[in-house]
T-cell receptor, first 111, second 113 residues
Framework: GQSLEQPSEVTAVEGAIVQINCTYQ??????LSWYQQHDGGAPTFLSY????GLEETGRFSSFLSRSDSYGYLLLQELQMKDSASYFC????????????FGQGTTLQVKP | NAGVTQTPKFQVLKTGQSMTLQCAQD?????MSWYRQDPGMGLRLIHY???????DQGEVPNGYNVSRSTTEDFPLRLLSAAPSQTSVYFC????????????FGPGTRLTVL
């Protein structure tokens, strides 16, 4: 089977740093993506890691360790608008782009 | 560009009814997919397509049919609606299967009574 594990909820204060972890067990692995979804909205792409290491995009960074089947999303200088659900997703097929999603982490940012 | 569009936004069906959820994209993307999202859950892949005339099953295909006659459109058909199909349905597209980012439509909120 395919499984992705991430915490269900995380709470942090404005201006802080938060890390959302994701561990995966999948039949194939081509890369790990992160998506953000505000309540009732469409998921939007944040980052993608195919190789081990850290990718930085503004306040957001994403890390991958293929040997540990593990990745994380790091959000810095948290803002109230960062309150949303965050999903990790594994590309399990290289030529079809088939994505398997985790169940999501709800991030609540408090003043 | 309108991006990925989905119609309708909301739909209520009775058990046993059939209907088609529409999805269209104007970005000339080859790859399109359908997901369902249940409350507090992640997205589960229903069906996907890597190009016109080519479709394949995802994680939860039972009860749904798809076809891809053009690059732009990828409709999802519910053959005989069941309460278990109450969910939010998202369509997504990307330039190719290998492209990292998928672009999602606004979703269709379906209730089956």
């Amino acid at each position: 089977g395919q499984s992705l594990e991430q915490p269900s909820e995380v709470t942090a204060v404005e201006g802080a740093i938060v890390q959302i972890n994701c561990t995966y067990q999948t039949s194939g692995f081509y890369g790990l993506s992160w998506y953000q979804q505000h309540d009732g909205g469409a998921p939007t792409f944040l980052s993608y890691n195919a190789l081990d290491g850290l990718e930085e995009t503004g306040r957001f960074s994403s890390f991958l360790s293929r040997s540990d089947s593990y990745g994380y999303l790091l959000l810095q200088e948290l803002q109230m608008k960062d309150s949303a659900s965050y999903f990790c997703a594994v590309t399990v097929s290289g030529n079809t782009g088939k994505l398997i999603f985790g169940q999501g982490t709800t991030l609540q940012v408090k003043p | 560009n309108a991006g990925v569009t989905q119609t309708p936004k909301f739909q209520v069906l009775k058990t046993g009814q059939s209907m088609t959820l529409q999805c269209a994209q104007d970005m000339n993307h080859e790859y399109m997919s359908w997901y369902r999202q249940d409350p507090g859950m992640g997205l589960r892949l229903i069906h996907y397509s890597v190009g016109a005339g080519i479709t394949d099953q995802g994680e939860v295909p039972n009860g749904y049919n798809v076809s891809r006659s053009t690059t732009e459109d990828f409709p999802l058909r519910l053959l005989s609606a069941a309460p278990s199909q109450t969910s939010v349905y998202f369509c997504a597209s990307s330039p190719t299967g290998e492209y990292n980012e998928q672009f999602f439509g606004p979703g269709t909120r379906l209730t089956v009574l």
